[in-house]
């Protein structure tokens, strides 16, 4: 599991939904090499980590808000993601972002559903 970089939790439970905070491309307290493909990949990765230690999925993911730093990079980030979500498909919000913790290309939050 990663280490939040500031002051916040990385899963929250609130009542039948877990609340990802948002993740980045991050390994072994490391940005990965390989760009909006290897960032998406593992933060998706990361997110999956999470709601695994909640007894959650990413079939369980109901929403995801995804932020991009360069939307020329969306065709990429968006083969990646849904490599890794494979025919689930959870309503998305993807935005542009001015920049990013940590140099991040990606970030993606996500809210899953997964009833007590």
Not at 89 to 115: D, H, N, Y
Request: charged share 20%; proline share 5%; hydrophobic share 45%.
């Amino acid at each position: 599991m990663t280490t939040p970089l500031g002051p916040y939790r990385p899963i929250v439970r609130a009542g039948d939904f877990l609340i990802v905070s948002g993740q980045g491309g991050i390994r072994d307290g490391a940005k990965v090499d390989g760009g909006v493909r290897a960032e998406t990949t593992q933060a998706i990765a990361n997110l999956a980590t999470l709601l695994e230690s909640e007894g959650a999925a990413l079939t369980d993911v109901v929403k995801t808000t995804c932020f991009l730093t360069d939307m020329e990079n969306f065709a990429t980030f968006n083969e990646a993601y849904v490599e890794a979500f494979g025919r689930h498909r959870p309503a998305r919000s993807t935005v542009a972002a001015a920049g990013l913790p940590a140099g991040f290309l990606v970030e993606i939050e996500a809210w899953a559903f997964k009833p007590v």
